[in-house]
């Protein structure tokens, strides 16, 4: 089976940079997306990785570990907007089937 | 370019009822995917549809299932529905499959069973 983890809740300054993990076990690996998702909104696509490394975009970066199981998703210059849930999912097959298997999201607040 | 959308909106159904719901893709895009989300279990994968075919499928009940009509267009059905069918229904589109294509979402059906 599929297992994510990511944590429920976090804060942070505006104007600072914060880090949102994510780890995962599956059985099956295509990649792995991010997704943010403001309340009473549906989700926006945020990045999508397939290999090792950190990918950046704008204000935006993720990075993948495949060996370790391990992504994050890192926000800097952060404004009162990205207060959101940001969702990672990984991307994969197993038992020779397709899942797509999403985490619970992480609640970001972002406070003056 | 229009974004995605899905019709109703808002739903209330009674046990036992079925329901129809209806998803309009982005204008070229062939992939058609489903999502249910709840506040207890998250976002989870139902399938996907491209090119009128049944792609992908989560681990959901054969009581939800779904087509794609040759204009992209997709609809998802859920017969004898129960009271944790209870939730917000989510429809992304895509160019390509989901592998390694961003996936853009409507606004959800919210259904509600009684």
């Known amino acids: 089976g599929q297992n994510i983890d990511q944590p429920t809740e976090m804060t942070a300054t505006e104007g600072a940079i914060v880090q949102i993990n994510c780890t995962y076990q599956?059985?099956?690996?295509?990649?792995l997306f991010w997704y943010q998702q403001h309340a009473g909104e549906a989700p926006t696509f945020l990045s999508y990785n397939v290999l090792d490394g950190l990918e950046e975009k704008g204000r935006f970066s993720s990075f993948l570990s495949r060996s370790k199981g391990y992504s994050y998703l890192l926000l800097k210059e952060l404004q009162m907007k990205d207060s959101a849930s940001y969702l990672c999912a990984v991307d994969g097959s197993g038992a020779g089937s397709y899942q797509l298997t999403f985490g619970k999201g992480t609640k970001l607040s972002v406070i003056p | 370019k229009a974004g995605v959308t899905q019709t109703p909106r808002y739903l209330i159904k009674t046990r036992g009822q079925q329901v129809t719901l209806s998803c309009s893709p982005i204008s070229g895009h062939r992939s058609v995917s489903w999502y249910q989300q709840t506040p207890g279990q998250g976002l989870q994968f139902l399938f996907e549809y491209f090119s009128e075919t049944q792609r992908n499928k989560g681990n959901f009940p054969g009581r939800f299932s779904g087509r794609q009509f040759s204009n992209s267009r997709s609809e998802m059905n859920v017969s004898t529905l129960e009271l944790g069918d209870s939730a917000l229904y989510l429809c992304?589109?895509?160019?390509?499959?989901?592998?390694?294509?961003?996936?853009?979402f409507g606004p959800g059906t919210r259904l509600t069973v009684l």
């Open positions: 992304a589109s895509s160019l390509g499959t989901i592998s390694y294509n961003e996936q853009f």
């Open positions: 599956t059985s099956g690996f295509n990649g």
